[in-house]
């Protein structure tokens, strides 16, 4: 079992729905990032999350997707109107302070936009 | 921008054979360089890191990677896989700036070991 839990493992959505994606880091971690992986390609950086702060969104498409990572609670990766393309495997990685060189990984949650 | 570039997309070994999955990457600063492993199903697991000094890195599971930083190589290595090994296996750089930030992946290497 990973320490940064992932949900939901597998989620089906038709175009135009949205998803939500969640993300509970290691415990004491309170810096999460969202990575995605498409079909036969290496994982991208989308986000970089600190409690209630975006670090760096500079991976996020423009439109459409949305991350938080609220005070309380899990990160959120959020796709508004989903399309067949952004169907992809989407992992959460987290560390516990600034300086950290190391991210622990979730299982990742798989996408499937029929 | 930095790149990662893992030239074995799939391999296939017998038990006992010797593995070595090559890595490359575009960026000629000072970089931090890991190789994780996801085994089927489950969450990408850390193998081994690079940060400094030695340039020859044990991990974990018996695998080990070399640093060359003339060829910006960073090849993992085992002498005798095991069937468990089968998995697939990514390499990734992120530049030293002394945060874990942002990781590129290489599109990942997916090992297959049969007895």
């Known amino acids: 079992n990973a320490d940064v839990m992932q949900n939901p493992r597998h989620l089906v959505r038709r175009r135009g729905q949205e998803a939500r994606l969640r993300c509970s880091p290691m415990?004491?971690?309170?810096?999460v990032y969202w990575y995605r992986q498409l079909p036969e390609e290496g994982l991208k950086f989308m986000v970089y999350?600190?409690?209630?702060?975006?670090?760096?969104e500079s991976g996020m498409p423009k439109e459409r997707f949305s991350a938080e990572f609220p005070k309380e609670g899990p990160s959120i990766l959020r796709i508004q109107q989903v399309v067949r393309g952004d169907s992809a495997a989407y992992f959460c990685?987290?560390?516990?302070?600034?300086?950290?060189?190391?991210?622990?990984f979730g299982a990742g949650s798989r996408l499937t936009v029929l | 921008a930095q790149s990662v570039s893992q030239h074995n997309h799939h391999v296939i070994l017998s038990e006992a054979a010797s593995l070595e999955l090559g890595c490359n990457y575009s960026?000629?600063?000072?970089?931090?360089l890991f190789w994780y492993v996801q085994y089927p199903g489950q969450h990408l697991q850390l193998l081994l890191k690079?940060?400094?000094?030695?340039?020859l890195v044990k991990g974990i599971k018996g695998f080990e990677a070399e640093f060359i930083k003339s060829k910006f190589s960073f090849n993992l290595r085992k002498p005798s896989v095991q069937w468990s090994d089968t998995a697939e296996y990514f390499c990734?750089?992120?530049?030293?700036?002394?945060?874990?930030?942002?990781?590129?992946f290489g599109t990942g290497t997916r090992l297959q070991v049969t007895l």
């Open positions: 960026y000629g600063g000072t970089v931090n």
């Open positions: 990734a750089v992120n530049l030293d700036t002394g945060t874990a930030s942002k990781l590129t």
């Open positions: 690079y940060f400094s000094g030695d340039p």
């Open positions: 415990k004491g971690h309170s810096h």
């Open positions: 999350l600190q409690k209630e702060n975006i670090i760096d």
């Open positions: 990685a987290s560390h516990n302070r600034a300086g950290a060189n190391v991210l622990t």
